[in-house]
């Protein structure tokens, strides 16, 4: 069981200087190396060398800038104000981000059920639980362990009310099978299942176009969101990216209301539509850089 203590006053000052970090016109990135073989590629002209295993820690301005490494090639890129900064990942190598709970005792446990983000395989082997794969170029950071942290037996930190909390963690893929071998019990798992074929080279590709309504009031609603969205992913000037992200705000709020004065009259195709409209505009809003295709 993974412990968990709560100060509260400690936990204020972190989230003023979260807060305070979240609101400039610079992002902090990670570039990972995963692979066995060094890596070089250019970020704005400027070379770097990441050692095999290795990662190297910059920060960029919100803006446009220029990338060009093996797996990738030669692309633009905008990085956006007040975001909370990513991996970036030029091999396009596989990810897993793995949920845990934290709690105050055994007798919190029932109030957890870390989620995942459903099953998918690693060289044919299935997985399924609290983990979710990624392989995009740009891993936004939305978990509280690196790469190279551990998750720690205890920590101290905030509880919403229920004796714990849940905190995330970026593995490589050869750690997470690692972790989870251990975690389950089963040393050698991976290997014994395993198919042993050759990869096949990962090409970046848009965003898929968002669902269409057939609804025409919803469809109507969205009209404005959709060109937010849009515009957004190609706003390269800090100004306008912070003027789309406003308008994206209220956008959304107008959007839930209107959906929500109709969501009972629907077929489940329009709500399973609305569900992933929101979910999609919304995890392009919060990113903190995109490619520029």
Not at 44 to 55: K, L, M, N, R, S
Not at 178 to 205: D, S, V
């Amino acid at each position: 069981m993974k412990t968990f203590a709560l100060p509260f006053a400690a936990l204020s000052l972190a989230a003023l200087a979260l807060l305070a970090g979240c609101a400039g016109n610079s992002v902090d990135f990670s570039i990972d190396n995963p692979t066995d073989a060094p890596l070089t590629l250019q970020i704005d002209g400027t070379a770097y060398e990441i050692p095999a295993h290795q990662a190297k820690n910059l920060t960029l301005k919100a803006g446009g800038h220029s990338l060009d490494a093996p797996a990738t090639g030669a692309l633009k890129f905008n990085v956006y104000a007040g975001r909370q900064g990513a991996l970036i990942n030029p091999t396009l190598s596989d990810y897993v981000i793995v949920s845990e709970a934290y709690i105050t005792d055994a007798s919190k446990a029932k109030n957890f059920n870390p989620a995942g983000g459903g099953p998918f395989e690693l060289d044919g082997v299935r997985f399924d639980g609290p983990f979710e794969r990624a392989n995009a170029l740009f891993i936004e950071k939305d978990w509280r362990f690196g790469v190279k942290e551990p998750f720690p037996d205890s920590l101290t930190g905030y509880d919403p009310g229920n004796g714990g909390n849940i905190f995330r963690k970026i593995f490589t893929a050869p750690d997470f099978v690692a972790y989870f071998e251990k975690q389950t019990g089963q040393p050698g798992f991976f290997e014994k299942n395993r198919q042993h074929a050759a990869p096949t080279p990962r090409k970046l590709a848009p965003p898929a176009a968002l669902p269409e309504f057939t609804d025409p009031t919803l469809q109507n609603a969205s009209l404005k969101l959709r060109d937010v969205y849009q515009r957004y992913q190609h706003a390269a000037d800090p100004s306008e990216q912070k003027q789309l992200q406003s308008e994206y705000q209220k956008l959304t709020m107008d959007f839930v209301t209107v959906f929500a004065s109709r969501s009972s009259s629907l077929p489940t195709a329009e709500n399973e539509k609305y569900n992933d409209f929101v979910r999609r505009t919304g995890a392009i809003m919060g990113q903190s850089a995109l490619v520029a295709f």
